[in-house]
Every structure is written in structure tokens, then in C-alpha cells.
């Protein structure tokens, strides 16, 4: 069965870090591009950043550079976003996203609360 699964979300204060993690299950990672978005209450989702499967570029929002690293995990199928110097503005369900030319997959969220 194919699978994405986010964790490692919670409340954190401002100026602290997560991290996150999307675990894969019933497919290699290694061969997707893979890429973290981002869901405010009553905004539309937006990308937050990405990181290829051919050479490991990654790609940031400005929003985030320079706060958020991606990286892989390939040795266990997973991906992580490191959030650090948390902002009360980066409030919002965190989804990871798999793909390539011919599939897409997405997980079902992870909450991040930035508040004092």
C-alpha cells in the first residue's frame, strides 16, 4: 500500500524549532521528487520547499530561507523538514508531497502551532 506519513508536528513557542518527518511506505523516495507544503486556516495552500530526486537541489520560499532545511533520509525511505527561528506566520497543517512524471502522492497533514 502506498503511503505517506507526516509527524512531529505540535506547539512550540516562538523562536523554536521542529522537525518533521514523512515516512514512505510502498515506494522508493529516492526516485521522487519530494516536496513540503503548507495550509493556514483560511488561506489556500502553498509550497514551502522541495528537494529534486535527480541531484538533490532544493528550492525555498522566501518566507522560509534560511529557517527550514530539507533533507533526505534515504537509508530509511523518510524526508525531514527542519523549521527553525519558528514565526507565529508558519501556523498551519504541514503536508509532504511525493512525485514524479507519473504519480503523486500526498500524506494527511501534521499541525504546527507557533504561539506563546
Known amino acids: 500500500q502506498v503511503q505517506l506519513v507526516e509527524s512531529g508536528g505540535g506547539l512550540v513557542q516562538p523562536g523554536g524549532s521542529l522537525r518533521l518527518s514523512c515516512a514512505a511506505s510502498?515506494?522508493?523516495?529516492?526516485?521522487?521528487?519530494i516536496g513540503w507544503f503548507r495550509q493556514a486556516p483560511g488561506k489556500e495552500r502553498e509550497g514551502v520547499l522541495c528537494?529534486?530526486?535527480?541531484?538533490?537541489?532544493?528550492y525555498y520560499a522566501d518566507s522560509v530561507k534560511g529557517r527550514f532545511t530539507i533533507s533526505r533520509g534515504n537509508a530509511k525511505n523518510t524526508v525531514y523538514l527542519q523549521m527553525n527561528s519558528l514565526k507565529p506566520e508558519d501556523t498551519a497543517d504541514y503536508y509532504c508531497?511525493?512525485?514524479?512524471?507519473?504519480?503523486?502522492?500526498w500524506g494527511q497533514g501534521t499541525q504546527v502551532t507557533v504561539s506563546s
Open positions: 508531497n511525493a512525485h514524479d512524471r507519473w504519480n503523486d502522492y
Open positions: 510502498g515506494f522508493t523516495l529516492d526516485y521522487y521528487a
Open positions: 528537494i529534486s530526486s535527480s541531484d538533490g537541489t532544493t
